[in-house]
């Protein structure tokens, strides 16, 4: 899946290549390395299939911040290169990731059509208390399950909410579920429990409507993908507190715990149960991913195309290029950045494995 998304990725690369006249020699599925297989040669471009399947790739040497100078020799190029207006090269380098936007957009509306989109529903679990909160004094620890409230039986956070306002101002009896025992307090309700509701998720189903279809599917992949840029402001101003702190200074209270990030690992360990029961929330991994990598390509670090629409920015006010030696130079910094954040990941995410 990560393959089909890279390759998603590429190709908007590849095609907004192509409007704009930019040589693209190959166009590669799979990492470039070891044995390889020509699939076929079209449009000034020559696909081919790597084993090392794991990703894609398709060579622009036009668009410097892409192809280093040595690769380029190696490269069947059909003419000279030429140089490119920096808006041009703007538009290629921002085509994965528009094309991952629309191809979360396109795998939502089919989601749309057959299982239904993913909406969060409160439950009757217990996600966090007031700060004046009876239930928390009665006892109530997060995590519990609320199963009855008097005589009314309790499986969902609407039936919680309906109960207590129908107790309100008197006593009440509160049957709740912890670690599979159950327990019952007694106290006196003025209307509210003082906690916050946990959420389940439901797939709410549309009907044959078209329309709907695609408009819940707009609406789902634009707050997901909102939901993800503010997530990852949120772990990178974490993660420049906590490099702070190291060195003394106090930016002020982490955001996200860095020890919950998860990586690639802990994704597929937080997915896969539910895949086992329902092969078709594939299509709602997939979106998740696409939108993820449409996201981590945006952020304005070196080595990715956000790191690249920046030099370009740069060059566009300044009149000129980078120098040279500054650009290899963050991208080198920039592709040391990323290894490090992918391998504290996994290994974080390992380490919940193993003690968890």
Known sequence: MITVLIVVHEFGHYLAAKYYGFQTPVFGIGLPFGPSIDLFEKWGTKFKFYWALIGGFVAIPELGDETDPDSIKDLELKQPLREFPVHQRAVVASGGI???????????????????????????????????????????????????????????????????????????????????????????????????????????????????????????????????????????????SKIASLFGAQIGPAAVELGQVKGIVGIVQ?????????????????????????????????????GHLVFMAYEAIAGKKADEKILNGAMQVGFIFLLSVIALTTINDIKTWIWH
């Open 270 to 306: 937080i997915i896969s149960q539910d895949i086992k029961s329902n092969a078709i929330l594939l299509l709602e991994f997939a979106i998740l991913l696409s939108l993820n990598l449409a996201v981590i390509n945006v952020l304005p670090i070196p080595a990715l195309d956000g």
């Open 98 to 240: 528009v094309f991952n936007i629309l191809f979360a957009f396109l795998l939502a509306i089919v989601m749309a059509a057959t299982i239904g989109l993913p909406t969060a529903v409160p439950s009757n679990t217990v996600a966090g208390f007031a700060e004046t909160s009876i239930a928390k004094q009665a006892g109530l620890e997060l995590g519990d399950a609320i199963i009855q409230v008097n005589s009314m039986k309790i499986t969902t956070g609407e039936e919680l909410q309906k109960a207590i306002k129908a107790y309100s101002y008197q006593d009440i009896t509160l049957t709740y579920q912890r670690e599979k025992q159950s327990f019952t307090k007694q106290f006196y309700s003025e209307g509210s429990l003082g906690i916050v509701l946990g959420h389940s998720k439901e797939y709410q189903q549309y009907g044959f409507k078209p329309l709907t279809w695609i408009t819940e599917a707009f609406k789902f992949t634009a707050t997901t993908l909102l939901g993800m840029l503010i997530s990852v402001v949120a772990i990178f101003a974490s993660l420049f």
